[in-house]
């Protein structure tokens, strides 16, 4: 993960990364039809990835006795399935409420840069306060990854209306799916559901290395794939990941300015 940290501090630096084309398709010209858009876009793949991906919750929360609705309600309210799996895992051990909130936040803190970087493309034609709240509460990894690629061929004042569109149908999903894996959990083994949360993770990764198209980019997932491994020897799996990728987007971004302002 920390190649996609990495690739998060660059954009938020201050360009995407990304050069991947997606914009072949004519776009919206009315809120509705944007949001529409992007509901149809989720529905085309990421949705179903997030939703699979969420489905593995489900098992996990019924392991530790949780409630139906508490599971569902896991995915509506916190959206993040490593929080997820933070929460229902420190739950099953008995952990006080108060430190269980502590690790889930913290757990979300990735997704700090995701949304600084999201929020100057969503901010055009002014939008409310509690309006850029809302959307910010859909960031994923894979909804972060398909609105670079979307966003900047959608009219800015549409932005916001078609990231709605797109986040909340890969929300509802993965909501149905978490019900979905609650249910079945008992004909599912163990294995199967935890395999399904690394869905994510490879969708991202091609997607990424897939739309990488410049040196930057490129950059920017060398730095954090090779940093990786060294940091986390060195300073622990955690600080590791977190630490090469700020280095790894960081240096991307700067090597990048050098080079252009010397040619």
């Known amino acids: 993960m920390s190649w996609l940290t990495g690739w998060s501090f660059c954009a ?17 010209n ?3 039809g944007a949001f529409w858009r992007g509901a149809f876009d989720a529905i085309k793949l990421p949705a179903w990835l997030l939703g699979f991906s969420m489905m593995g919750i489900g ?5 530790v006795h949780s409630g139906l609705v508490e599971a569902a309600l896991s995915t509506l309210l916190v959206f993040a399935g490593p929080a997820q799996v933070v929460y229902f895992g420190m ?13 889930v936040t913290l757990s979300a803190v990735r ?3 995701m949304t600084a970087s999201l929020m100057p493309m969503l901010r055009a034609g002014n939008p409310s306060w509690g309006s850029l709240l809302l959307a910010s509460h859909l960031v994923a990894v894979t909804i972060w990854v398909e609105a670079n690629r979307r966003l900047p061929y959608i009219p800015p004042a549409l932005r916001l209306s078609y990231f709605a569109g797109l986040g909340g149908t890969c929300l509802a999903i993965s909501t149905i799916a978490t019900t979905v894996g609650y249910v079945v959990a008992g004909s599912v083994s163990a294995a199967f559901a935890a395999g399904l949360l690394f869905g994510t993770p490879m969708f991202f990764t091609l997607t990424l290395l897939g739309g990488a198209r410049d040196r930057a980019g490129w950059a920017a997932l060398a730095g954090g794939f090779g940093l990786s491994p060294l940091l986390g020897l060195w300073l622990g799996p955690a ?12 240096i991307a971004f700067a090597a990048e300015r050098r080079l252009r302002g010397t040619t």
Not at 17 to 26: F, H, P
């Open 12 to 28: 938020v630096k201050g360009r995407s990364c990304s050069g991947a084309a997606a914009g072949a398709v004519t776009p919206p």
């Open 30 to 32: 009315t809120a509705t």
């Open 59 to 63: 098992p996990l929360a019924r392991d």
């Open 91 to 103: 739950l099953g051990t008995g952990a006080p409420l108060a430190a269980i909130a502590v690790a």
């Open 111 to 113: 997704f700090l840069p």
């Open 239 to 250: 600080a590791g990941l977190l630490l090469s990728g700020a280095l790894g987007g960081s």
